[in-house]
């Protein structure tokens, strides 16, 4: 099994573009999320999603958003990225709403 | 919503010591508690956790203690080995019926060879 998914690893985008950060599962979880994490600040949750067709806002949803027609995929969209939207974020899926298996980020730089 | 906070930001220790890092909560309906152990360019990774309806959980050389009346739980590392040395981050929810965790900010923890 290869877990969490994530790509692409790093990206460096320019302010104003927007860009989707793809997750994906094969452990047929139903519960998946989105994490940032920011020196200093732990991390911070920016959606999740209970299964396919219910998304919900975490503590720091502005400018992201996700989707989830799938168990497996759970995008996040940057919909006009700003230099404040630089940091890793990390995708996790949970059999449980506890334990969470997370992959291993996306670096994403906006100059 | 729930607040968690993790002390010492950064702990050294000799390898074979022990490490103990504490973490406080403040919501008192939190009753599901897991440590994350993150190493340098990966994702955390659970090394343990514990229910508020049990007191201490241990496994190997790691043990998680809860204290609920003070609402305060620790990570116990015994017999540290340089492969310990990692970002370790605690967290807390509501279990069950809730997906949201509140992480700790984290803390670095170096074993000196």
């Known amino acids: 099994n290869a877990g969490v998914t994530q790509t692409p690893k790093f990206q460096v985008l320019k302010t104003g573009q927007s860009m989707t950060l793809q997750c994906a599962q094969d452990?047929?979880?139903?519960?998946m999320s989105w994490y940032r994490q920011d020196p200093g600040m732990g991390l911070r949750l920016i959606h999740y999603?209970?299964?396919?067709?219910?998304?919900d806002q975490g503590e720091v949803p502005n400018g992201y958003n996700v989707s989830r027609s799938t168990t497996e995929d759970f995008p996040l969209r940057l919909l006009s990225a700003a230099p404040s939207q630089t940091s890793v974020y990390f995708c996790a899926s949970s059999p449980d709403r506890g334990t969470q298996h997370f992959g291993d980020g996306t670096r994403l730089s906006i100059l | 919503g729930e607040n968690v906070e993790q002390h010492p930001s950064t702990l050294s220790v000799q390898e074979g010591d022990s490490a103990v890092i504490k973490c406080t909560y403040s919501?008192?309906?939190?009753?599901?508690f897991p440590w994350y152990k993150q190493e340098l360019g990966k994702g955390p990774q659970l090394i343990i956790d514990i229910r508020s309806n049990v007191g201490e959980k241990k496994d190997q050389r790691i043990a998680v203690t809860l204290n609920k009346t003070a609402k305060h739980f620790s990570l116990h590392i015994t017999e540290t080995q340089p492969e310990d040395s990692a970002v370790y981050f605690c967290?807390?929810?509501?279990?069950?019926?809730?997906?949201?965790?509140?992480f700790g900010k984290g803390n670095q923890v170096v074993v000196i060879p």
């Open positions: 919501d008192s309906a939190s009753n599901y």
């Open positions: 999603s209970v299964g396919a067709g219910i998304t």
């Open positions: 967290a807390a929810s509501r279990g069950p019926g809730n997906n949201r965790l509140a």
């Open positions: 452990m047929n979880h139903e519960y």
